[in-house]
T-cell receptor, first 113, second 113 residues
Framework: KAGVTQTPRYLIKTRGQQVTLSCSPISGHRSVSWYQQTPGQGLQFLFE???????NKGNFPGRFSGRQFSNSRSEMNVSTLELGDSALYLCASSPSGSNQPQHFGDGTRLSIL | QQQVKQSPQSLIVQKGGISIINCAYE??????FPWYQQFPGKGPALLIA?????SEKKEGRFTISFNKSAKQFSLHIMDSQPGDSATYFC????????????FGSGTQLTVLP
């Protein structure tokens, strides 16, 4: 089975721009979660989608949004980028999300100049 | 109450030695406790996980010990190898508002040859 695939692997943007990151979950997995990883804050939960609905949301500003498609693929969007948004953005998938193993992709490294 | 505290921050072990990483949690709603291993440039990979109905789980050289009353759990890596050098994260997950993975701050393990 193919693992979680995230594209692109690297992105460089400037302040004020917006960006869209993509995640393809493991086949058959319906839950997709997004996490932000930074040296200072560690791994922080952004949001979770299940069956095209946002099921849970972390403590991030409204500039961070996401969606899930009928094939379970998910996208994450960040608008009006700030320097502090520089991070590794990780996507994880699981069959249904409730206390089941979550498997991560290798992430998208976003750098804001 | 969502926090998971992890120690030590860094750990240096000789090849063949035992590596021990500890975690503590507060939220009694957590009922699933995975450990992840992360290499540079890669996403976290699920290593081993435990549920609170057992006190220990072993997979190869990796063992989780779980103390429900103390709300603590630990990862033991037996016969540590240089290839085990990585960052290790403990995590906790529950239901509802605790459904997302809450991560510890990470332990950077270095195994000397």
């Amino acid at each position: 089975k193919a693992g979680v695939t995230q594209t692109p692997r690297y992105l460089i943007k400037t302040r004020g721009q917006q960006v869209t990151l993509s995640c393809s979950p493991i086949s058959g997995h319906r839950s997709v979660s997004w996490y932000q990883q930074t040296p200072g804050q560690g791994l922080q939960f952004l949001f979770e989608y299940f069956s095209e609905t946002q099921r849970n949301k972390g403590n991030f500003p409204g500039r961070f949004s996401g969606r899930q498609f009928s094939n379970s693929r998910s996208e994450m969007n960040v608008s009006t980028l700030e320097l502090g948004d520089s991070a590794l953005y990780l996507c994880a998938s699981s069959p249904s999300g409730s206390n089941q193993p979550q498997h991560f992709g290798d992430g998208t490294r976003l750098s804001i100049l | 109450q969502q926090q998971v505290k992890q120690s030590p921050q860094s750990l240096i072990v000789q090849k063949g030695g035992i590596s021990i990483i500890n975690c503590a949690y507060e939220n009694t709603a957590f009922d699933y406790f995975p450990w992840y291993q992360q290499f540079p440039g890669k996403g976290p990979a699920l290593l081993i996980a435990i549920r609170p109905d057992v006190s220990e789980k072993k997979e190869g050289r990796f063992t989780i010990s779980f103390n429900k009353s103390a709300k603590q759990f630990s990862l033991h890596i037996m016969d540590s190898q240089p290839g085990d050098s990585a960052t290790y994260f403990c995590a906790a997950q529950g239901e509802g508002s605790a459904r997302q993975l809450t991560f510890g701050s990470g332990t950077q393990l270095t195994v000397l040859p």
